[in-house]
């Protein structure tokens, strides 16, 4: 299924101003709401990635990413490749992660599903970068 958010993505290496996301459902949904324009990606040359015992395990960790994503109704994004975030100006690596993590602690849903993080983590980038245009 295509996204045209994934589909968007820059490409890129990293570096300076950009904050690479952890493999993570978690760090995928917060690329996943990123403003247009701030995505970037770069392929994974190596399958499995250094680091992995092999391509089995990789295979397991992309599925449970897809299976959180679907949770909180976000399209799983094409596999095999690294993805950032370029952060506000203003903002360190610190303080970009602090800011998601306090917005969904401080809208902590009863039951904690994934379907609730999105507009949460939205409203949270948006503050991020409202001062950064």
């Given at each position: ?47 499995p ?43 360190t ?41």
């Open positions: 299924m295509n996204d045209t958010k994934w589909d968007a993505a820059v490409e890129c290496v990293g570096g300076d101003g950009w904050i690479e996301m952890t493999e993570n459902g978690w760090g995928l949904l917060i690329a996943h709401q990123a403003p247009v324009g701030t995505l970037g990606r770069a392929p994974v040359t190596s399958v990635r250094p680091g992995w015992a092999s391509n089995a395990d990789r295979e397991s960790v992309c599925d449970d990413i897809d299976g959180y994503l679907a949770d909180a109704g976000v399209t799983a994004p094409p596999r095999y490749f690294r993805w950032f975030v370029r952060r506000p100006k203003a903002v690596d610190n303080q970009f992660w602090s800011a998601m993590g306090g917005a969904v602690a401080a809208d902590w849903p009863e039951d904690n599903h994934p379907r609730h993080h999105p507009p949460v983590l939205e409203r949270a980038i948006a503050e991020l970068y409202s001062d950064d245009r």
